[in-house]
């Protein structure tokens, strides 16, 4: 599922992510089900929506995309804003939990209260991408937490050892923009002006699934807020 490092393997964190709310996130927020990219079933998701989060099987070509893609921008350099707030994976089988982290400090609403979530995001705040991922890689609680969550998912919890081929990303509207963040990327993606996030998420959802219509284990779920 990840970047190769020999310093740090977590398990792997099924997309049932109750885990936020051990985190300090308002229980008023939530991750539901998105049950289709087309407009009727987009329309199904509560609003006010924060983030996206796609899963997707790492494949030859989506590894191929990434090397181009990261070519390409690091050629032509694309405009990040400031308020973005990106961590690099660098711990083996941690993408769910940098989905999770790229989905609730990437708003502007006070939904996350005092908490080990809270701390982290505070501090990474002003850090740069790497010393982010030190940050990560240092924090004892949330490893912890991790680990619990990832032995109480639906499914028995697999080996440490083991190599998942399944990956999380977010996407996030900034600045009225929408941003991919994929810790397995050097960077975030700026995919243009938003005014939709869940229209504009799909959209590049779906260039992912053509990219690879071979592939059929495609799921996303929407960071929304789902009680008043």
């Not at 709310?21 to 049950?35: E, I, T």
């Not at 990437?106 to 505070?122: K, Q, Y």
């Not at 705040?125 to 940050?135: H, W």
Request: with cysteine; glycine share 4%; hydrophobic share 35%.
């Amino acid at each position: 599922m990840e970047q190769k490092s020999e310093e740090k393997r977590w398990l792997p964190l099924e997309a049932n992510p109750e885990i936020i709310h051990d985190l300090g996130v308002d229980p008023k927020w939530n991750y539901v089900d998105v049950y289709g990219f087309d407009p009727e079933l987009l329309a199904m998701i509560p609003q006010p929506v924060e983030a996206m989060i796609f899963l997707f099987p790492i494949t030859d070509i989506y590894t191929k995309y990434k090397d181009e893609e990261e070519a390409h921008l690091v050629k032509h350099e694309q405009s990040i804003s400031p308020d973005v707030i990106f961590f690099k994976q660098t711990i083996e089988n941690a993408c769910g939990m940098i989905a999770l982290l790229h989905s609730v400090s990437n708003n502007d609403d006070e939904i996350v209260g005092p908490g080990v979530l809270n701390d982290l995001i505070e501090e990474a705040r002003n850090m740069s991408p790497d010393e982010r991922a030190e940050l990560l890689e240092n924090s004892k609680e949330l490893e912890a937490i991790h680990e619990a969550a990832a032995r109480e998912g639906q499914t028995a919890a697999p080996n440490l050892e083991d190599d998942v081929d399944m990956h999380f990303i977010c996407f996030v509207e900034v600045d009225q923009h929408l941003y991919e963040l994929d810790g397995r990327k050097m960077f975030p993606i700026n995919h243009g002006k938003s005014t939709d996030l869940v229209e504009s998420s799909a959209k590049v959802i779906k260039q992912y699934m053509e990219r690879d219509p071979d592939q059929k284990h495609y799921s996303a779920i929407a960071f929304c807020k789902t009680e008043e």
